[in-house]
């Protein structure tokens, strides 16, 4: 290999690691000018689990995204994977975030009775933000449902907020008890 | 405030009594614009002078009532401390809150300038409320001289509406339609026999005039300029109800529980039943600083509820024989479960929470009506409940709550798919149709409960319909016709009018 070669397998593993590094840095906070897929992928597909993940839409359903997310190494890591995700906003137009910004995932809890406690947190927000009950029904089963289809082990969700448990979410929807899953929420055409 | 409460409020009404009125004053200038003075006035009826008491805020001049009462006529109940007042005038109610620039007559709701309150001599008020009571229902005209600080109270010359009169007779049912060009100021008055619309300031104008049927239940009509008289027949019973744009008075007349043989399909008046529907608890959403949703206009879901109801209960009251109590009759907070507890305690054979609506974005638009979630809606949520189940504590608390609902939720679906039909096809919504929820309001009722979104207060379109007073009437005529409906498979008679009120 003379030098003109070896400096070209230089600049070219140079380029690949900037272009690894680029990805890295991007994985997990999909946008809608970042798709997830567009690169090629430095994992294997067996590390990865396509998840659906269910976001209010401007006609007052639940629209659907899939989204591939690395394999989680327990059903309350999927869990919080999910919460997570929801939390970082949807990538498709017509679709909005559950959640101010503010907001962040405090903890997951999987109970032995297969029941999800999802503390969501925000310092500046005493209790959630009040809307109609249809914009709340969409808050709570967009987390509610998301969870339920991708945490197989998962049976209810209920919803904290700021480490504690409220009578309703905001107003409307009673969070003294277990959610289960609810598919009536969801829009008849997955967007 | 609650009835509930009303014998505390008695005492402290008699505290603030003892204090003096300066006390009660001090507290309502609170929350009233700013007063600029006070004093008193003339008061001029006629050639009778008198001195009243009189306040001027930056917003205007109020007048005391209570005077005004004893020269004008009519009848003043004032309510407990922060709560309404009423003023009748012969069979008409007004009423109007210590705190608030509205006042109701039965359905309607009339914005003031300005709220009442505490003056010298009692409760003052402003002119534009004395307008729309003394004004409208004796054509009494009230003309302020700040100058001269004189109130002259002169009576108005008579106002000349015309009126074409209609009788029809189907299936039993007489029906006469009166349709005014405005509409007229009246009293109405029953006696055995016959019904009396009397004209209070105005003068009517005859356009076309009806021939009777023949051995129709209406047997006399008798059209003059001040009064209008309805002779029945013996068993006859006349019920009224009014239609807008044109104004228009209607009575349905049917024979009453002595109807001759070979007559039918005639609405009888409702019989007593075990079953029967006596007393609605009306539950309008949110109040005090849980304002619900908000419109892009700013429009409040806790204010536009509250008048939802109020305008729900006189409908129903008029329509029916129930007693209707509202949860709340003020801008208050009122958690979730009193709100139910209260349902419980008035032992209400119904339950019906007001809501409206908001989803992100601003095009979601339309009606729907839930009643309570109970049954886990499939197998992993059936063995989330199985789950539960395990707990002891938790065992318990399903069977209360079972015990309280499971019996009703047959009824509730039943209701919420009529209210929906009659949203739909009154009102020509968007059918968003009948759904559970998990709402707490509706948990732990002991009788059909249903919660009702009546519009998306963030589309800019049904926030502007749901700010007018008429659309809202509507709104409420379509829930009494669901209510009637639901009222007559209970009790098991025909509805109480196959009209819709608008």
């Known amino acids: ?191 | 405030m609650t009835e509930r409460f009303q014998p505390a409020l008695s005492l402290l009404i008699l505290a603030v009594g003892a204090l003096g009125p300066a006390a009660l004053a001090a507290e309502v200038e609170e929350t009233g614009p700013p007063l600029v003075e006070s004093g008193l006035v003339q008061l001029e009826v006629g050639r009778q002078r008198a001195p009243i008491g009189y306040s001027l805020t930056v917003v205007g001049p109020l007048f005391a009532l209570q005077p005004m009462v004893a020269r004008l006529g009519g009848a003043l109940e004032l309510g407990p401390l922060g709560q309404g007042h009423t003023l009748k005038l012969d069979e008409t109610e007004f009423r109007f809150g210590p705190d608030s620039p509205a006042l109701t007559e039965g359905e309607e709701i009339v914005s003031l300038s300005q709220p009442p309150r505490v003056g010298e001599g009692g409760l003052h008020v402003p002119l534009d409320l004395l307008d729309s009571t003394y004004g409208a229902r004796y054509g009494l005209e009230f003309s302020w001289q700040a100058e001269t600080l004189q109130l002259a109270v002169i009576q108005r010359p008579p106002r000349e509406v015309a009126v074409s009169v209609d009788v029809v007779r189907v299936q039993g049912v007489s029906t006469v339609v009166f349709q005014f060009s405005d509409k007229p100021r009246y009293r109405m008055v029953r006696r055995p026999g016959s019904v009396e619309l009397q004209l209070t300031g105005d003068r009517l104008r005859y356009g076309r005039r009806p021939s009777l049927p023949d051995a129709g239940l209406v047997r006399g009509l008798e059209l003059e300029p001040r009064y209008v008289r309805l002779t029945l027949a013996p068993d006859a019973v006349a019920e009224d109800y009014t239609l807008e744009r044109p104004f228009r008075l209607v009575f349905d007349v049917y024979r009453g529980a002595n109807r001759a043989p070979g007559t039918a399909a005639v609405p009888p008046p409702p019989r007593p039943s075990d079953d029967g529907i006596r007393t609605i608890v009306i539950d309008p959403g949110h109040g005090g600083s849980n304002i619900g949703a908000e419109g892009p206009a700013g429009a409040l879901e806790k204010e536009l509820t509250l008048q939802l109801a109020r305008t729900l209960r006189s409908h129903l009251e008029r329509r029916m024989p129930v007693r209707v109590v509202l949860t709340r009759n003020e801008d208050a907070e009122l958690p979730l479960d009193t709100r139910v507890a209260m349902a419980n305690q008035q032992k209400a054979d119904l339950f019906i929470s007001l809501h409206l609506n908001s989803s992100p974005g601003q095009s979601a638009q339309g009606a729907e009506t839930y009643f309570l979630n109970l049954v886990a809606s499939d197998e992993r949520a059936a063995q989330a409940a199985a789950a539960e189940n395990a707990d002891p504590l938790t065992d318990l608390q399903l069977i209360l709550w079972d015990l309280a609902q499971s019996h009703h939720m047959a009824e509730s679906q039943r209701l919420a798919g009529l209210i929906q039909e009659e949203l739909n096809e009154a009102l020509e919504l968007r059918n968003r149709g009948v759904k559970q929820a998990p709402f707490r309001v509706l948990m732990g009722a002991a009788m059909p409960a249903v919660l009702v979104e009546l519009g998306f207060l963030s589309n800019p379109l049904e926030e502007e319909r749901l700010t007018d007073p008429l659309y809202r009437s509507r709104l409420a005529g379509a829930l009494v016709d669901a209510v009637s409906r639901y009222k007559a498979i209970r009790e098991g008679v025909p509805p109480a009018t196959q009209e819709t009120l608008r």
């Open chain 1, 1 to 191: 290999m003379n030098r003109r070669a070896a400096a070209l397998v230089v600049g070219a593993t140079a380029v690949l690691a900037i272009l690894a590094l680029a990805w890295w840095s991007t994985a997990g906070r999909q946008t809608v000018d970042t798709p997830i897929r567009q690169e090629p992928q430095p994992v294997s597909s067996a590390e990865l689990i396509n998840a659906e993940l269910y976001f209010p839409n401007t006609a007052g359903w639940l629209g659907t995204e899939s989204r591939d997310l690395p394999a989680a190494e327990s059903a309350e890591d999927r869990a919080a994977q999910v919460a997570s995700e929801l939390l970082a906003g949807p990538t498709a137009p017509g679709h909005v975030a559950p959640l101010s910004e503010a907001v962040e995932l405090a903890s997951v809890h999987l109970s032995s009775d297969g029941v999800v406690y999802l503390d969501l947190a925000a310092a500046q927000l005493p209790a959630p933000p009040v809307s109609g009950s249809r914009g709340e029904l969409l808050v709570v089963y967009s987390f509610v449902n998301s969870i339920l289809a991708n945490v197989p082990e998962a049976r209810g969700v209920v919803l904290l907020w700021n480490g504690n448990q409220r009578p309703t979410f905001a107003g409307h929807v009673d969070t003294t008890r277990p959610l289960p899953l609810e598919r009536k929420w969801l829009a008849k055409r997955a967007s």
